[in-house]
């Protein structure tokens, strides 16, 4: 019965805020930024909070679905849909290719050396017009048909919110699977793992990859929905704000990253705060998160569900 309880309550959440966001072009443009950041989050979760891997290039994998999907409908006239799929796959190709560059770096050293890949393809972007549009980037992305389905910025908005809902029910359940349980073990004791015949640098490499399909996707999505991408849309400091989602929302669960996602964007977008207040004051959430509970707000949450649950059992008897 508990593990109904993420699924329902984000189903219930999803559905409440494209309630909310219905015919209102600047709650459309919210939800579809929260969508992009939770599938950020969700993306980075896996290999960051399960395998312990902090790679800062997830500005890239977002900016080639993004990119990927405006060259190829403007330029090619593709549909959506197979750009979408492109897009995942030059993503995971990209990300396995760099894991396997930098597979004998961790911590700081990782952290450094995929920070300075992302601001040399932020660099690239801005001299390869001829694929990216340079410095305005790729503009007027048309909503292509999926054969005969017309396709709506509504709809993609809801497809957005359903996928990111999707994503986050299978990594919770990937969290107790063999291969999630695996990861968490390379993390704390990678000896142990590699004794029981695991590769442990191919299951990274299967985490890093897989982060960056879903990553992918949110860039993707938020270029059609915003019927445009640019050099500026997803820069490497989007990162260091996607690091703390999860951490703010939970990490024992795919959705503490959705949730997270929520709260950045509020903070920063929804509350209109003079200059840079919203990220002082997600900066100092944060830091009073982490500080009194580490486990977020969704393991705060569910450890005090517990404690009720244990006095209400203890009274009965």
Known sequence: MRGLVGPVVGALACGAVLAWSAGSGYAEGLVALGATYSLLALGMWVPFVLGGSLSMAYSVYLAVGGYVVG?????????????????????VLVAVALGAATRRLSGFYLAAVTLLAAAA????????????????????????????????RWGLLVTAVVLTWVVAVLFDRLRSSNFGVALRAQRHVPAAVQASGIGTQALS?????????VAAL???FFAAINSGVGPETFTPNLVFLAIFMPLIGGVRTAWGAVLGAALVVVLTVYVHLPGDAGSLVLSLAALVILLLWPNGLLGQLRAGVDRLSNTLRGGAS
């Open 71 to 91: 060259f190829g409908i403007l330029e090619l006239g593709w549909p959506l849909l197979p750009c979408l799929l492109v897009g995942i796959v030059i993503a």
């Open 218 to 220: 949110g860039g993707a």
């Open 205 to 213: 490499l299967v985490g890093q990859g897989l982060g960056a399909a």
């Open 121 to 152: 393809f932020e660099a690239w972007l801005l001299d390869a017009t001829g694929l990216t549009g340079g410095s305005t980037g790729l503009r007027g992305i048309p909503l292509t048909a999926i054969g005969s389905l017309e396709i709506t």
